[in-house]
Antibody, heavy 118, light 110 residues
C-alpha cells in the first residue's frame, strides 16, 4: 500500500524553528518528486515546495512566502522527506501535508499541525 | 494568494448536475499544464478526483468528469449525492512561479 505519514508538528514561538518529517512506503521513493502542501485553519490549500529525485539533480523549488526560510530535503536510504522551517511566523500556522507527484498529487498523508504562537 | 480562481460555493439538489470552473492564465493552464482536481471531505486530507484534465483514478465514480479549454478547466458532478458535500480544489503548474498552484476552492452543498 502506498502510504505517507507526517510527524513533527508542534506549538512553536514566532521566530523559532521546526523540522517536519514524512515517512514514505509502498513505492519507489527515490524516483519521484515529493511536495509539501499546507492548509491554514479554515483556508484553502497552499503549495509550499517540492524536491526532485537525485536523477533530476535533487533540485528544489519553493513558494514565495516560504522561500529562504524553509528547506526541503530527502533521505532516499530511509524513504524520508523533511521540511526544515526557520524564522517561523504566525501566518505559517497550518496543517502540513506531504504528497507525491504522480497522477496529480497522490497520495497525501494525514497531515501534521504546526502552530506558531507566543 | 491563489492564481487559479474558483467560485466560492455551488449547490444543487440530489440528482442534479453542478459544475465548478477553474480559471487560470497563460502561465499555467493556458501553457498546457495538466489540471488536477481534489475532493476534501471535512476533517480529512485531500484526495485526487480527476488527474491530467479528465482522467479518473480507480474507485472514483463516473459521475465526476473533468474538461479543459484554453486557460480554464471545469469539474462536473452529475447525479449529485449527499456524500458529495465537500470542498473541491483544482491544481496545476505555473511557469512564472516555477511551482504548483491551487485554486481558491469551492464548497459544494447538496
Amino acid at each position: 500500500e502506498v502510504q505517507l505519514v507526517e510527524s513533527g508538528g508542534a506549538l512553536v514561538n514566532p521566530g523559532g524553528s521546526l523540522r517536519l518529517s514524512c515517512a514514505a512506503s509502498g513505492f519507489a521513493f527515490a524516483n519521484v518528486w515529493m511536495n509539501w502542501v499546507r492548509q491554514a485553519p479554515g483556508n484553502g490549500l497552499e503549495w509550499v515546495g517540492r524536491i526532485g529525485p537525485k536523477a533530476h539533480g535533487g533540485t528544489s523549488d519553493y513558494a514565495a512566502p516560504v522561500k529562504d526560510r524553509f528547506t526541503i530535503s530527502r533521505d532516499d536510504s530511509k524513504n524520508m522527506l523533511y521540511l526544515q522551517m526557520n524564522s517561523l511566523k504566525t501566518e505559517d500556522t497550518a496543517v502540513y501535508y506531504c504528497t507525491r507527484a504522480a497522477y496529480g498529487l497522490d497520495p497525501w498523508g494525514q497531515g501534521t499541525l504546526v502552530t506558531v504562537s507566543s | 494568494q491563489s492564481v487559479l480562481t474558483q467560485p466560492p460555493s455551488v449547490s444543487g439538489a440530489p440528482g442534479q448536475r453542478v459544475t465548478i470552473s477553474c480559471t487560470g492564465s497563460n502561465s499555467n493552464i493556458g501553457a498546457g499544464h495538466d489540471v488536477h482536481w481534489y475532493q476534501q471531505l471535512p476533517g480529512t486530507a485531500p484526495k485526487v478526483l480527476i488527474y491530467s484534465d479528465r482522467n479518473r483514478p480507480l474507485g472514483v465514480p463516473d459521475r465526476f468528469s473533468g474538461s479543459k479549454s484554453g486557460t480554464s478547466a471545469s469539474l462536473a458532478i452529475t447525479g449529485l449525492q449527499a456524500e458529495d458535500e465537500a470542498d473541491y480544489y483544482c491544481q496545476s503548474f505555473d511557469n512564472s512561479l516555477s511551482g504548483h498552484v491551487f485554486g481558491t476552492g469551492t464548497k459544494v452543498t447538496v
